[in-house]
């Protein structure tokens, strides 16, 4: 058997770019007398930008610091042991980084062994450990924290959390066996499941200690002097700490029941993390701590090895790198100032535009529409949202007053768009609509505005085709809800200049949205996809599929949601017009459904009713539907669509629609709700074999999604 530190020092060879987190030691004497205390202050030695991880040698840092308390505790010299992080930070968990490089099993098993084998020290002290969760925690920040005895939390924590089902993984030092003994089954599922598979939902301090993490919640500006006096009264009596009892019967099972139903609606069976944790929270009902370790050992080390967690990671780095350095974008000092926004339309698509706008850039916004009820309609939205923001005590009265006053309606474009330095239109999806708004927009806006269109699959550059300045235009493509999707497609018409691309890019970035640039071509990326993928449903439907396997087929993709209900979201009409439009650029891989027209020419909003609260088939619309005979199995179709998906992906970066397949990945996980595990859509389609058997290549080299060879 090795020992932790040999363990530590191997896995520290195999990843030398490790940020290190070092593990300081610092004696104090306790408030009213209580005696001599070591506190363990956890710091990466850069500012709270880059947050403290769990690396080998940031694990062995922390092992040593162990030794010295451990011998300070044993020979009586101390009270008892605290753990801290550095300003606004209290750690964040394991280094990704340093799991990406891992290729054997065993050294995977180490890395969970090692967290392990340190923490459980901070258990075995012969003094009390508290755990003082001064900033933003997660994952082994969160864990490291539960081996202690007690645990104090920050009312201005931003966020806690443990996201590794999230990513593929499960929480692997302890947070699975020990979190649902010391808070129960429900909430440890609540954390660990649901938060986790719900866009890795965070908890704020209040929060925290609501569940029972924490043991007192103490304000921000003297946390950690808050804290030590508690630990004092702890420590002399004067406290008593006490935590209700957990449930350990029936309770327990409807708890892991319940984590299996919403891992099932979620991720339908498609990705192994969430079940694999709630194995170990099911087994961890008896209180046998070391054997829920071991079951987290082996658990952390498989997924390591499994493909799943390598995608997950590649998602979360496009994410958290490529979508905040997007790829091809000009150099952002060319990027003009925006100190005024003109949205043109006043329907819901640009209320909400007008109201993101207002509130991430805080400059005056104008709608302007065809008469004077629309306008008032829009400006209504744009305040009934901003009274609900205050009333959910987002915002004070006074921004509440101040964003108000920002937002204005006119129906004259030159008295409304004048001084604008960007001009937004959201209106009809008809190129000689969008042409002749343009035309009236450059006609009174100043020379140097943006003029962005926010079309899902019109050509940005017909649309300014017949402007004197044509290079001021780009595509400036919203998902909706405007609001919740980060996605934002900027598109380069075939005269953009530069300093247009950097503006548009500077104010995606002040939006907080992923902006990913796209080449003018039909439907751009996310609707081109989506179309193909929704496309080829249809037609097996209409091929004579019914249409319950059909949906049914696509299901291990975990996908939010089927894609006849994907449909019903977006709305037929636009799905079909989407279609249309595609059908006339590619007619060969894009056709349009006789069936999908005929439900659209009907006026219903979907294929299903709800009546029974789940989608069943409208009668109504089964009655329109006129199939041939041709039925295929689940696999048939899946292989079907996959097998479309990859072909049209293959043919966009023959085209250089985006700069690589990282950008189609980027694009389906913030635009479409893709999921995580999937690591968007290429990587799955590597592992599955697909992309081979259409293209007679990988999208993605060995070890970008996987496992390194």
């Given at each position: 058997m090795s020992t932790t530190a040999e363990l530590l020092k191997g896995a520290a060879e195999l990843f030398p770019d490790e940020v290190v987190t070092s593990a300081h030691v610092r004696h104090l004497d306790l408030?009213?007398?209580?005696?001599?205390?070591?506190?363990?202050?956890?710091?990466?030695?850069?500012?709270?930008?880059?947050?403290?991880?769990?690396?080998?040698?940031?694990?062995?840092?922390?092992?040593?610091?162990i030794d010295q308390v451990e011998k300070e505790a044993a020979e009586g010299e101390i009270v008892g042991v605290g753990?801290?992080?550095?300003?606004?930070?209290?750690?964040?968990?394991?280094?990704?980084?340093?799991?990406?490089?891992?290729?054997?099993?065993?050294?995977?098993?180490?890395?969970?062994?090692?967290?392990?084998?340190?923490?459980?020290?901070?258990?075995?002290?012969?003094?009390?450990?508290?755990?003082?969760?001064?900033?933003?925690a997660m994952g082994g920040g969160v864990e490291v924290g539960l081996h202690c005895s007690y645990r104090t939390v920050s009312k201005a924590l931003p966020a806690f959390s443990l996201p590794e089902v999230f990513l593929g993984l499960?929480?692997?030092?302890?947070?699975?066996?020990?979190?649902?003994?010391?808070?129960?089954?429900?909430?440890?599922?609540?954390?660990?499941?649901?938060?986790?598979?719900?866009q890795n939902k965070q908890l704020k301090g209040q929060q925290v200690f609501d569940l029972g993490i924490a043991d007192a919640l103490f304000e921000g500006a003297d946390f950690l002097e808050q804290s030590l006096n508690w630990t004092a009264q702890v420590l002399k009596g004067d406290i008593e700490v006490e935590r209700p009892v957990v449930d350990r019967g029936e309770a327990w099972d409807q708890a892991?029941?319940?984590?299996?139903?919403?891992?099932?609606?979620?991720?339908?069976?498609?990705?192994?993390?969430?079940?694999?944790?709630?194995?170990?929270?099911?087994?961890?009902?008896?209180?046998?701590?070391?054997?829920?370790?071991?079951?987290?050992?082996?658990?952390?080390?498989?997924?390591?090895?499994?493909?799943?967690?390598?995608?997950?990671?590649?998602?979360?780095?496009?994410?958290?790198?490529?979508?905040?350095r997007p790829a091809g974008a000009p150099d952002k000092n060319l990027a003009r100032p925006v100190t005024k926004v003109g949205v043109?339309?006043?329907?819901?698509?640009?209320?909400?535009l007008a109201l993101l706008f207002l509130r991430r850039l805080e400059v005056p916004v104008v709608l302007t529409d065809i008469d004077q009820e629309r306008v008032d309609k829009g400006v209504g939205y744009v305040h009934s949202e901003i009274?609900?923001?205050?009333?959910?005590?987002?915002?004070?009265?006074?921004?509440?007053?101040?964003?108000?006053?920002?937002?204005?309606?006119?129906?004259?474009?030159?008295?409304?768009?004048?001084?604008?330095?960007?001009?937004?239109e959201a209106v009809f999806e008809e190129i000689g609509v969008k042409q002749q708004v343009f035309a009236e927009v450059e006609a009174v806006a100043p020379a140097h505005a943006i003029l962005a269109t926010n079309t899902s699959s019109l050509s940005v550059s017909e649309m300014a085709s017949k402007l004197k300045h044509p290079e001021r235009v780009v595509g400036f493509h919203f998902f909706n809800p405007v609001a919740v999707l980060p996605l934002l497609e900027i598109v380069r018409g075939e005269q953009t200049d530069d300093a247009s691309l950097a503006t548009a890019f500077a104010v995606a970035k002040k939006l907080k949205k992923t902006a990913v640039l796209t080449k003018d071509a039909p439907a751009f990326v996310v609707n081109r996809i989506l179309t193909r993928f929704m496309g080829e449903i249809q037609n097996v439907i209409d091929e004579g599929t019914p249409v319950e396997v059909a949906e049914k087929a696509v299901e291990p993709l975990g996908l939010p949601m089927s894609p006849l209900v994907l449909l019903e979201l977006v709305g037929p009409a636009i799905g079909l017009h989407v279609s249309e439009t595609l059908n006339r650029a590619f007619p060969d891989r894009f056709k349009v459904s006789p069936n999908l027209k005929a439900v659209v020419e009907a006026g219903k909003r979907g294929f299903y009713v709800y009546d029974s609260g789940k989608p069943e088939l409208d009668p109504e619309v089964a009655a329109l539907l006129k199939q041939g005979d041709v039925v295929l199995t689940e696999e048939q179709v899946r292989a079907r669509v996959l097998d479309a998906v990859a072909q049209e992906i293959g043919i966009m970066l023959d085209e250089g629609v985006v700069a690589e397949a990282q950008d189609i990945d980027l694009c389906l996980i913030t635009g479409a709700g893709w999921p995580f595990h999937l690591g968007g859509i290429t990587p799955y389609l590597d592992r599955e074999g697909v992309s081979e058997r259409v293209n007679g290549k990988k999208f993605l080299a060995p070890g970008v999604a996987s496992v390194p060879a």
């Open positions: 408030p009213f007398g209580a005696g001599r205390f070591a506190l363990i202050t956890l710091d990466n030695g850069f500012d709270h930008t880059k947050p403290t991880t769990f690396g080998p040698q940031s694990l062995a840092n922390l092992n040593t610091a753990i801290t992080g550095k300003p606004f930070i209290f750690a964040v968990g394991a280094d990704l980084k340093g799991v990406e490089l891992l290729k054997e099993h065993e050294h995977a098993l180490a890395i969970g062994k090692g967290g392990h084998e340190v923490f459980k020290r901070l258990a075995a002290l012969a003094v009390p450990t508290f755990a003082y969760y001064n900033g933003a499960v929480p692997g030092w302890g947070g699975c066996t020990i979190l649902p003994n010391l808070i129960g089954a429900e909430k440890a599922v609540q954390v660990i499941i649901e938060n986790s598979l719900n892991v029941a319940k984590g299996r139903f919403i891992a099932d609606s979620k991720v339908h069976g498609a990705a192994p993390a969430a079940y694999r944790a709630l194995d170990i929270i099911a087994a961890a009902k008896n209180g046998d701590l070391q054997q829920g370790y071991d079951a987290e050992d082996k658990a952390l080390a498989d997924l390591i090895m499994g493909g799943e967690l390598r995608a997950g990671i590649y998602a979360f780095n496009l994410v958290q790198k490529r979508g905040k043109v339309g006043a329907g819901l698509m640009a209320s909400q009274d609900k923001l205050l009333g959910k005590g987002r915002i004070n009265q006074d921004k509440a007053n101040r964003l108000k006053a920002l937002v204005t309606g006119v129906l004259d474009k030159a008295e409304g768009f004048s001084d604008a330095d960007f001009v937004i």
